[in-house]
Protein backbone atom coordinates (compact mmCIF):
# COMPACT_ATOMS: atom_id res chain seq x y z
CA UNK A 1 0.00 0.00 0.00
CA UNK A 2 1.77 3.26 -1.08
CA UNK A 3 2.62 5.66 2.05
CA UNK A 4 0.70 8.98 1.33
CA UNK A 5 1.38 12.10 2.72
CA UNK A 6 -1.32 13.33 4.57
CA UNK A 7 -1.11 16.68 3.43
CA UNK A 8 -2.18 16.05 -0.11
CA UNK A 9 -4.10 13.00 0.43
CA UNK A 10 -7.33 14.67 -0.28
CA UNK A 11 -6.66 15.81 -3.66
CA UNK A 12 -3.34 13.77 -4.89
CA UNK A 13 -4.57 10.55 -6.06
CA UNK A 14 -3.70 10.83 -9.60
CA UNK A 15 -4.30 7.51 -10.52
CA UNK A 16 -6.94 5.84 -8.73
CA UNK A 17 -9.13 8.81 -8.26
CA UNK A 18 -8.80 9.76 -11.90
CA UNK A 19 -10.08 6.66 -13.43
CA UNK A 20 -10.87 8.11 -17.10
CA UNK A 21 -9.83 10.81 -19.40
CA UNK A 22 -10.02 14.64 -17.84
CA UNK A 23 -11.64 16.52 -20.63
CA UNK A 24 -14.71 16.88 -22.81
CA UNK A 25 -14.15 16.60 -26.44
CA UNK A 26 -15.85 14.89 -29.19
CA UNK A 27 -12.60 14.29 -31.37
CA UNK A 28 -9.39 11.90 -30.63
CA UNK A 29 -6.17 13.73 -29.43
CA UNK A 30 -3.93 13.01 -31.78
CA UNK A 31 -0.37 13.62 -30.42
CA UNK A 32 2.21 15.81 -32.22
CA UNK A 33 4.79 13.68 -33.30
CA UNK A 34 6.48 15.53 -36.43
CA UNK A 35 9.87 17.05 -36.63
CA UNK A 36 10.43 20.06 -34.30
CA UNK A 37 7.27 18.93 -31.94
CA UNK A 38 8.26 18.84 -28.18
CA UNK A 39 7.32 15.79 -25.89
CA UNK A 40 8.70 15.30 -22.70
CA UNK A 41 8.66 12.05 -21.49
CA UNK A 42 9.62 11.79 -18.34
CA UNK A 43 11.74 8.43 -19.01
CA UNK A 44 13.20 9.37 -21.86
CA UNK A 45 11.61 6.60 -23.36
CA UNK A 46 10.40 6.62 -26.83
CA UNK A 47 6.40 7.12 -27.50
CA UNK A 48 4.87 5.01 -29.61
CA UNK A 49 3.65 6.48 -33.49
CA UNK A 50 0.23 5.68 -33.48
CA UNK A 51 -0.58 6.71 -29.83
CA UNK A 52 -4.12 8.28 -30.17
CA UNK A 53 -6.31 9.74 -27.07
CA UNK A 54 -10.12 9.96 -26.88
CA UNK A 55 -10.91 12.34 -24.02
CA UNK A 56 -14.48 11.75 -23.35
CA UNK A 57 -15.68 12.78 -19.45
CA UNK A 58 -15.99 16.20 -18.99
CA UNK A 59 -14.95 16.45 -15.35
CA UNK A 60 -11.33 17.76 -15.38
CA UNK A 61 -11.58 19.29 -11.65
CA UNK A 62 -9.90 16.49 -10.02
CA UNK A 63 -6.95 16.48 -12.31
CA UNK A 64 -6.99 20.44 -12.17
CA UNK A 65 -6.63 20.70 -8.49
CA UNK A 66 -3.55 18.39 -8.37
CA UNK A 67 -2.11 21.43 -10.96
CA UNK A 68 -3.00 23.73 -8.80
CA UNK A 69 -1.55 22.72 -5.62
CA UNK A 70 1.46 21.97 -7.07
CA UNK A 71 1.28 25.83 -8.29
CA UNK A 72 -0.15 27.24 -5.45
CA UNK A 73 3.52 27.75 -3.37
CA UNK A 74 5.06 29.44 -6.20
CA UNK A 75 2.17 31.89 -7.12
CA UNK A 76 1.51 30.67 -10.55
CA UNK A 77 -1.83 29.81 -12.46
CA UNK A 78 -2.34 26.75 -14.23
CA UNK A 79 -1.74 27.50 -17.89
CA UNK A 80 -2.75 24.11 -19.78
CA UNK A 81 -4.74 21.52 -19.79
CA UNK A 82 -4.27 17.70 -17.89
CA UNK A 83 -5.67 14.54 -19.81
CA UNK A 84 -5.13 10.85 -19.21
CA UNK A 85 -3.86 8.79 -22.20
CA UNK A 86 -3.53 5.25 -21.25
CA UNK A 87 -1.42 2.65 -23.20
CA UNK A 88 1.79 5.71 -23.15
CA UNK A 89 3.34 4.32 -20.00
CA UNK A 90 4.41 7.73 -19.28
CA UNK A 91 4.03 11.01 -18.15
CA UNK A 92 4.61 13.93 -20.74
CA UNK A 93 4.05 18.04 -21.67
CA UNK A 94 3.15 18.66 -25.10
CA UNK A 95 1.81 21.52 -27.30
CA UNK A 96 -1.12 20.89 -29.53
CA UNK A 97 -2.64 23.45 -31.91
CA UNK A 98 -1.23 26.11 -29.27
CA UNK A 99 -2.85 24.38 -26.58
CA UNK A 100 -0.16 23.07 -23.34
CA UNK A 101 -0.93 19.74 -22.10
CA UNK A 102 -0.08 17.31 -19.77
CA UNK A 103 -0.60 13.46 -20.90
CA UNK A 104 -0.39 10.71 -18.09
CA UNK A 105 -0.94 7.27 -18.04
CA UNK A 106 -3.06 6.34 -14.70
CA UNK A 107 -1.82 2.83 -14.87
CA UNK A 108 1.87 4.19 -14.98
CA UNK A 109 0.74 6.95 -12.07
CA UNK A 110 -0.12 4.01 -10.32
CA UNK A 111 2.32 1.39 -10.95
CA UNK A 112 5.38 4.19 -9.44
CA UNK A 113 3.56 4.94 -6.59
CA UNK A 114 3.20 0.91 -5.83
CA UNK A 115 7.02 0.45 -6.76
CA UNK A 116 8.25 3.12 -4.75
CA UNK A 117 5.69 2.97 -2.04
CA UNK A 118 4.76 6.50 -1.78
CA UNK A 119 2.46 8.99 -3.82
CA UNK A 120 5.33 11.54 -3.67
CA UNK A 121 6.75 9.83 -6.57
CA UNK A 122 4.13 10.69 -9.09
CA UNK A 123 3.12 14.27 -7.44
CA UNK A 124 7.32 14.42 -8.44
CA UNK A 125 6.69 13.56 -12.04
CA UNK A 126 3.40 15.63 -12.31
CA UNK A 127 5.76 18.61 -11.12
CA UNK A 128 8.80 18.07 -13.48
CA UNK A 129 6.03 18.55 -16.36
CA UNK A 130 4.55 21.30 -15.09
CA UNK A 131 7.90 22.97 -15.22
CA UNK A 132 8.52 22.38 -18.70
CA UNK A 133 5.37 24.32 -19.60
CA UNK A 134 6.09 27.22 -16.89
CA UNK A 135 9.75 27.55 -18.37
CA UNK A 136 8.65 27.88 -21.99
CA UNK A 137 10.21 24.55 -23.28
CA UNK A 138 7.05 23.38 -25.26
CA UNK A 139 6.78 26.43 -27.23
CA UNK A 140 10.55 27.35 -28.31
CA UNK A 141 10.60 24.74 -31.33
CA UNK A 142 13.49 23.12 -30.81
CA UNK A 143 12.31 19.64 -29.26
CA UNK A 144 13.82 17.99 -26.36
CA UNK A 145 16.99 18.64 -24.80
CA UNK A 146 19.26 17.06 -21.85
CA UNK A 147 19.03 20.85 -20.44
CA UNK A 148 15.30 21.34 -20.38
CA UNK A 149 15.30 17.93 -18.10
CA UNK A 150 17.79 19.22 -15.89
CA UNK A 151 15.80 22.97 -15.35
CA UNK A 152 12.24 20.48 -15.12
CA UNK A 153 14.05 18.54 -12.68
CA UNK A 154 15.48 21.36 -10.40
CA UNK A 155 12.08 22.79 -10.51
CA UNK A 156 10.61 20.00 -9.26
CA UNK A 157 12.78 19.47 -6.28
CA UNK A 158 11.89 23.19 -5.36
CA UNK A 159 8.38 22.67 -5.50
CA UNK A 160 8.69 19.40 -3.69
CA UNK A 161 9.85 21.20 -0.85
CA UNK A 162 7.46 23.46 -0.65
CA UNK A 163 4.58 20.70 -0.40
CA UNK A 164 6.41 18.98 2.12
CA UNK A 165 8.68 16.72 0.81
CA UNK A 166 11.47 15.40 2.57
CA UNK A 167 15.17 15.48 -0.19
CA UNK A 168 14.90 11.43 -0.61
CA UNK A 169 11.24 12.02 -1.32
CA UNK A 170 11.80 14.88 -4.13
CA UNK A 171 14.38 12.06 -5.80
CA UNK A 172 12.43 9.12 -5.13
CA UNK A 173 11.00 8.62 -8.77
CA UNK A 174 14.22 9.79 -10.98
CA UNK A 175 16.12 7.35 -9.27
CA UNK A 176 13.12 4.41 -9.68
CA UNK A 177 12.61 4.98 -13.45
CA UNK A 178 16.04 7.54 -14.78
CA UNK A 179 18.36 5.83 -17.31
CA UNK A 180 21.76 5.20 -16.19
CA UNK A 181 23.17 6.74 -19.58
CA UNK A 182 22.34 10.11 -21.34
CA UNK A 183 20.71 10.33 -24.34
CA UNK A 184 20.46 13.16 -26.88
CA UNK A 185 17.04 14.57 -24.86
CA UNK A 186 17.69 12.91 -21.39
CA UNK A 187 20.64 13.39 -18.90
CA UNK A 188 21.78 10.60 -17.08
CA UNK A 189 20.55 10.06 -13.34
CA UNK A 190 23.07 11.12 -11.59
CA UNK A 191 22.66 14.62 -13.43
CA UNK A 192 19.12 14.62 -12.58
CA UNK A 193 19.48 13.63 -8.66
CA UNK A 194 21.71 16.36 -8.68
CA UNK A 195 19.20 18.74 -10.49
CA UNK A 196 16.66 17.74 -7.85
CA UNK A 197 18.79 18.37 -4.92
CA UNK A 198 19.92 21.34 -5.96
CA UNK A 199 16.66 22.93 -6.63
CA UNK A 200 15.32 21.52 -3.30
CA UNK A 201 18.14 22.87 -1.13
CA UNK A 202 17.66 26.27 -2.99
CA UNK A 203 13.69 26.23 -1.57
CA UNK A 204 15.31 24.99 1.85
CA UNK A 205 17.95 28.14 2.26
CA UNK A 206 15.00 30.47 1.36
CA UNK A 207 11.94 28.96 3.40
CA UNK A 208 13.73 26.68 5.59
CA UNK A 209 12.08 23.28 7.29
CA UNK A 210 14.82 21.65 8.95
CA UNK A 211 15.16 21.87 12.26
CA UNK A 212 18.83 22.05 11.95
CA UNK A 213 19.64 24.15 8.93
CA UNK A 214 18.25 27.51 10.23
CA UNK A 215 18.60 30.64 7.32
CA UNK A 216 20.76 33.42 7.57
CA UNK A 217 19.37 36.56 7.27
CA UNK A 218 20.25 38.88 4.08
CA UNK A 219 20.54 42.80 4.43
CA UNK A 220 19.68 45.29 2.37
CA UNK A 221 21.26 48.76 2.45
CA UNK A 222 21.66 51.70 1.04
CA UNK A 223 25.24 51.68 0.42
CA UNK A 224 27.33 48.94 -0.14
CA UNK A 225 28.03 46.57 3.24
CA UNK A 226 31.25 46.17 4.34
CA UNK A 227 32.40 43.78 7.29
CA UNK A 228 32.51 45.13 10.56
CA UNK A 229 34.47 44.13 13.62
CA UNK A 230 33.39 46.44 15.85
CA UNK A 231 32.51 44.85 19.32
CA UNK A 232 28.74 43.92 20.57
CA UNK A 233 27.36 46.33 23.20
CA UNK A 234 24.37 45.98 25.28
CA UNK A 235 20.78 46.79 23.17
CA UNK A 236 18.70 49.17 23.96
CA UNK A 237 14.75 48.78 24.03
CA UNK A 238 13.64 48.57 20.79
CA UNK A 239 9.83 50.01 19.85
CA UNK A 240 9.03 49.64 16.58
CA UNK A 241 7.79 52.70 14.54
CA UNK A 242 4.65 52.00 12.31
CA UNK A 243 5.26 51.34 8.88
CA UNK A 244 4.73 54.32 6.59
CA UNK A 245 0.55 53.92 5.46
CA UNK A 246 -0.15 54.16 1.62
CA UNK A 247 1.94 52.97 -1.20
CA UNK A 248 4.71 55.54 -2.74
CA UNK A 249 6.35 55.47 -6.37
CA UNK A 250 9.66 57.18 -4.64
CA UNK A 251 12.68 55.49 -4.41
CA UNK A 252 15.52 56.56 -2.07
CA UNK A 253 15.21 58.45 1.56
CA UNK A 254 11.37 59.31 1.33
CA UNK A 255 10.89 61.32 4.62
CA UNK A 256 13.42 62.64 7.63
CA UNK A 257 17.02 62.67 7.57
CA UNK A 258 18.69 59.61 6.11
CA UNK A 259 22.07 60.87 6.68
CA UNK A 260 22.78 61.40 10.39
CA UNK A 261 19.35 61.56 12.05
CA UNK A 262 15.93 59.25 11.71
CA UNK A 263 14.64 58.55 8.48
CA UNK A 264 12.78 55.71 5.88
CA UNK A 265 14.83 54.52 3.51
CA UNK A 266 12.94 52.97 0.60
CA UNK A 267 14.91 50.17 -1.62
CA UNK A 268 14.05 49.51 -5.59
CA UNK A 269 13.00 46.08 -4.14
CA UNK A 270 10.12 48.08 -2.33
CA UNK A 271 11.49 46.85 0.80
CA UNK A 272 12.24 49.71 3.36
CA UNK A 273 14.12 50.62 6.63
CA UNK A 274 12.88 53.22 9.37
CA UNK A 275 15.18 54.19 11.79
CA UNK A 276 18.26 55.79 12.84
CA UNK A 277 20.96 56.41 10.54
CA UNK A 278 25.10 57.51 10.81
CA UNK A 279 26.91 58.69 7.70
CA UNK A 280 24.21 57.19 5.13
CA UNK A 281 24.29 54.00 7.17
CA UNK A 282 21.39 52.02 8.98
CA UNK A 283 23.11 52.26 12.35
CA UNK A 284 21.36 52.32 15.63
CA UNK A 285 17.52 50.80 16.48
CA UNK A 286 15.53 50.53 13.28
CA UNK A 287 12.89 48.44 11.50
CA UNK A 288 13.20 46.64 8.11
CA UNK A 289 9.94 45.50 5.86
CA UNK A 290 9.37 43.51 3.09
CA UNK A 291 7.90 44.95 0.31
CA UNK A 292 4.22 44.29 1.24
CA UNK A 293 4.75 46.16 4.63
CA UNK A 294 4.91 43.10 6.93
CA UNK A 295 7.42 43.54 9.38
CA UNK A 296 11.11 41.80 8.51
CA UNK A 297 13.24 43.05 11.25
CA UNK A 298 13.32 45.27 14.29
CA UNK A 299 16.26 45.68 16.61
CA UNK A 300 19.74 47.08 15.95
CA UNK A 301 22.56 47.79 13.02
CA UNK A 302 26.02 48.91 13.64
CA UNK A 303 27.26 50.10 10.06
CA UNK A 304 24.66 48.53 7.52
CA UNK A 305 25.03 45.14 9.37
CA UNK A 306 22.25 43.47 11.64
CA UNK A 307 24.25 43.81 15.12
CA UNK A 308 23.66 43.05 18.97
CA UNK A 309 19.89 41.97 20.20
CA UNK A 310 17.05 41.86 17.66
CA UNK A 311 14.30 39.92 15.96
CA UNK A 312 14.13 38.54 12.54
CA UNK A 313 10.91 37.39 10.99
CA UNK A 314 11.03 34.65 8.18
CA UNK A 315 8.86 34.79 5.13
CA UNK A 316 7.38 31.21 6.14
CA UNK A 317 6.08 32.12 9.81
CA UNK A 318 9.49 31.91 11.55
CA UNK A 319 11.33 34.01 13.57
CA UNK A 320 14.50 34.45 15.21
CA UNK A 321 14.80 36.42 18.26
CA UNK A 322 18.57 37.07 19.45
CA UNK A 323 22.16 38.11 19.12
CA UNK A 324 23.55 39.34 15.65
CA UNK A 325 27.10 40.07 14.59
CA UNK A 326 27.86 40.83 11.02
CA UNK A 327 24.86 40.63 9.86
CA UNK A 328 23.48 36.84 10.96
CA UNK A 329 22.92 35.63 14.18
CA UNK A 330 25.74 34.72 16.75
CA UNK A 331 25.28 34.53 20.38
CA UNK A 332 22.35 33.66 22.48
CA UNK A 333 19.29 33.17 20.61
CA UNK A 334 15.81 31.33 20.30
CA UNK A 335 14.51 30.29 17.02
CA UNK A 336 10.64 29.69 16.46
CA UNK A 337 8.88 27.63 13.79
CA UNK A 338 6.40 28.81 12.26
CA UNK A 339 4.67 24.86 13.32
CA UNK A 340 5.17 26.10 17.43
CA UNK A 341 8.90 24.24 18.05
CA UNK A 342 12.05 25.79 18.93
CA UNK A 343 15.50 25.99 19.42
CA UNK A 344 17.13 28.02 21.87
CA UNK A 345 20.98 27.51 21.90
CA UNK A 346 24.17 29.79 20.69
CA UNK A 347 24.35 30.47 17.88
CA UNK A 348 27.74 30.67 15.24
CA UNK A 349 27.65 32.01 11.81
CA UNK A 350 23.52 31.69 12.21
CA UNK A 351 23.50 28.16 13.29
CA UNK A 352 23.02 26.46 16.42
CA UNK A 353 26.04 24.99 18.25
CA UNK A 354 24.96 21.60 19.77
Not at 127 to 151: F, S, V, W, Y
Request: hydrophobic share 35%.
Amino acid sequence: MPVRSALFLPVLLLSTALAGPLIAQTNTLPLPLGSGAFICSYTGGKIGPQVVCSPTTASNGHAEKVVDRILKPIGLIRNFKVIECSNTDNCFATVLKGQRFIVYDGAFMQQIEEETETDWSAISIMAHEIGHHLQGHTIDGRGGQPIKEIEADKFSGFVLHQLGASLDEATVAVRALGDEHATSTHPAKPARVEAIRKGWLEAESMYPKSRTAIKTPVAMAPKAITPTNTPAVAARPVIAPKAPVGSSSRVGCVSGDCEDGTGTFVYPTRERYVGEFEEGDKHGEGVEYYADGKLKYKGNFRDNLRSDYGVYYYRNGDKYAGWFQNNIPNGKGTYYFADGDKIVATFRNGKPMQ
